[in-house]
């Protein structure tokens, strides 16, 4: 039996429960107005999690815990286009990680993507009973749907605690100097974390940082305050260096036999704006859309192709050779700048030698906005081409 609904009707811990219950088969697809993911079930467990965040590709998986960096990463993915070979079996092959490893990552991404699920207070679902993906790329790892369930409801709650500490991801911290071991590694997590910290940075930088999930960096975050080494600051500082209006929303008078105008509003609006070759106008109507009717799958869909026409614009205005990015000032990162969390991220890569390409293929920015964000720095003279 097939099962479709929205997450205020039926909620993430009482569809587990149910599919946990049943040992169910099936696909398991969510999606909200940002991100899909899917997740294949057989006989009650787990055996893959596909998201389109990504956060939770395999290869940012493998950065997050120090196995690869992110020039192996770059390396293997150069290969995967010439060979279309998996990549964890590139990176076996070539000696950076081992089989144990890489079986051991599939199995933390499948919890990490289904977790995060729970955490989810808007979205679609749909269940389809009994079907299998014949996909060749699936490694035999899976996890218990009961297990992650059981864990699912706990990380809930612990997100609620620590978002009543760390009420977003703009927030910054201040260092207790004194509460802070003399002796910690700078290099661990927890030394790379207070470092940033002390550098007036968000929530939000540090988990790009990491190439992370939100959850698992601001639960350390919230650890780290637990313990006295970190306070929430007063008030974050938000000011950003580069102002990026965005595109002004005008929508059509509605149909006289729709007074409120409805979706059908705001996709003819995106219609127009699309045929103008203005993406950005496009992805800002739809995103207004979806904030007013958040499980439209119209707008949904629209919004998918008017972000891939941007990408695609952008990559042949900016990828079309192996172009390498330079900063156009020295020390433009010291502390007093203020940035975009991807802005710093993309910013703090660039070394004069990693070409735009390489930086945007291993970011844990989506695609577009790593596009839309080096376009920004390149039209605001920031940085150059070359």
Known sequence: MGLQGTLDTMTVTELFGWLSGKKATGILTFKNADISKILTLEEGLIINAASTDPREYFGQFLINFGLVTEDQLQKAFETQQETKVLIGKILVMTGVVSEEQVHRMLELKIRETTLDVFLWDQGLFEFQDGLLLDDPSIVEVSVDLSDLHNEGVKRRKLHCELRNVIKSNTCCFLCNEQAIPKDLDPRSADGVMTQMAHQGVSAADIILRFHSLDFPILKNLYDLIKRGWLTVADQAQT???????????????????????????YLLATQNAMRE??????????????DEYPYDPDLCEALELAEKGLTDLLKTEMLSDKRVPYLQQDNILQAGSYWTPAQRYILSRIDGHRTLRSIIMVSPLKEVEALKTFHTLIKSNVIGLR
Not at 252 to 261: D, F, L, V, Y
């Open 277 to 290: 070759r203005d993406f950005d106008k496009a992805i800002a109507i739809l995103k207004k859309g979806l």
């Open 239 to 265: 000011r950003l260096a580069i102002e990026i209006p965005e595109p002004d929303v005008v929508l059509p008078p509605p149909e006289a036999e729709a007074s409120h105008g409805g979706p059908d509003q």
